[in-house]
């Protein structure tokens, strides 16, 4: 198992002129590609071509102790989608993404902290 821990998010939709305007979500996305491989690096951590991934999405502060209790490891079923989330993933640490044939991934619900990505092999 190797653990990531990095602001779990997606991978924003980008156009030409995110390159000279420096939108705030790009900006962060960069920064989270930039933990991810450093992450990758410290741990030896090399993307196989079959992924079983688990994202796990901090819940916001504004819920309540009992809604964050009965929450804690239940699927997240919102915004942001897997699939954004697996693109972004792969697009940090792979340089050929098209050569993935098979990914098991699971989003789900945890208390505190930023987020984290977890590997299982």
Same mark, same amino acid.
């Given at each position: 198992?190797?653990?990531?821990n990095?602001p779990?998010m997606?991978?924003?939709?980008?156009t030409?002129?995110?390159?000279?305007?420096?939108?705030?979500?790009?900006?962060?996305?960069w920064?989270y590609?930039?933990m991810?491989k450093?992450?990758?690096?410290e741990q030896?951590?090399?993307?196989?071509?079959e992924?079983?991934?688990?994202?796990?999405?901090?819940m916001? *502060?504004?819920?309540?102790k009992?809604?964050m209790a =009965?929450h804690?490891?239940q699927p997240? $079923?919102?915004?942001p989608? @897997?699939d954004?989330?697996?693109k972004?993933?792969?697009d940090?640490l792979?340089d050929?993404? *098209?050569?993935v044939?098979?990914?098991?991934?699971? =989003?789900?619900?945890?208390?505190g902290g $930023?987020?984290?990505?977890i @590997?299982?092999r």
């Amino acid at each position: 198992m190797i653990m990531f821990n990095v602001p779990v998010m997606g991978k924003p939709r980008m156009t030409r002129a995110d390159a000279w305007k420096k939108r705030p979500v790009v900006l962060r996305y960069w920064e989270y590609k930039d933990m991810l491989k450093r992450q990758a690096i410290e741990q030896r951590y090399t993307p196989e071509y079959e992924i079983d991934i688990e994202f796990h999405i901090p819940m916001p *502060k504004s819920w309540s102790k009992k809604k964050m209790a =009965k929450h804690a490891g239940q699927p997240h $079923q919102q915004k942001p989608d @897997i699939d954004n989330l697996l693109k972004g993933f792969m697009d940090c640490l792979l340089d050929e993404d *098209k050569k993935v044939w098979r990914v098991n991934a699971v =989003k789900k619900w945890m208390i505190g902290g $930023q987020g984290c990505i977890i @590997i299982n092999r």
